[in-house]
């Protein structure tokens, strides 16, 4: 069954004519192009598809599209405004907390939901907040200096 769900994609209205049922990360992918978020488990594990659905962190992998109806999705791809790179992307470069960069999009978006959550986590919070996010590449001291140097300049600290 085909149906018509609209909602806003990383800042611009989208309308497709589709299965409601099909998952997001696929729909993202396949027909939209958005190779950010990623397939790892599928089974919602990892956090490799994991995109903004009205600021919330949602694997993309488990929720159908029809789901997003009316609500605003960000993919990495969408994070940036301006040409500026996000707090958190560009904490992650300084810090150099990727390698690979196939699990970096999903530990972006689920950083930026846990600050939006909690502008100054202490670093156990954050510790918490990323643990269901995999890294096979071993990056995750990284990965946490790189939040806490992004939540200072998201408080109007300086940039690290």
Not at 4 to 13: E, H
Not at 106 to 111: F, I, L, R, T
Request: with cysteine.
């Amino acid at each position: 069954m085909t149906d018509t769900i609209s909602f806003k994609l990383n800042g611009k209205p989208t309308r497709l004519n589709l299965d409601g049922n099909r998952l997001l990360l696929w729909v993202l992918r396949t027909d939209l192009g958005l190779t950010g978020p990623k397939y790892g488990c599928g089974q919602g594990h990892c956090g490799c598809c994991t995109v903004l659905v009205n600021n919330v962190a949602l694997r993309s992998c488990l929720v159908a599209v029809s789901s997003v109806k009316d609500k605003d999705v960000v993919t990495i791809e969408g994070l940036e405004q301006d040409g500026k790179l996000h707090p958190v992307q560009k904490a992650f470069m300084a810090h150099d907390a990727l390698q690979c960069g196939f699990c970096i999009p999903g530990q972006v978006m689920h950083a930026v939901s846990l600050l939006n959550k909690n502008p100054q986590p202490t670093r156990e919070q954050i510790v918490q907040g990323m643990n269901n996010n995999f890294c096979r590449c071993g990056a995750h001291t990284r990965i946490i200096d790189a939040i806490q140097s992004a939540a200072t300049e998201m408080q109007g600290g300086p940039a690290q």
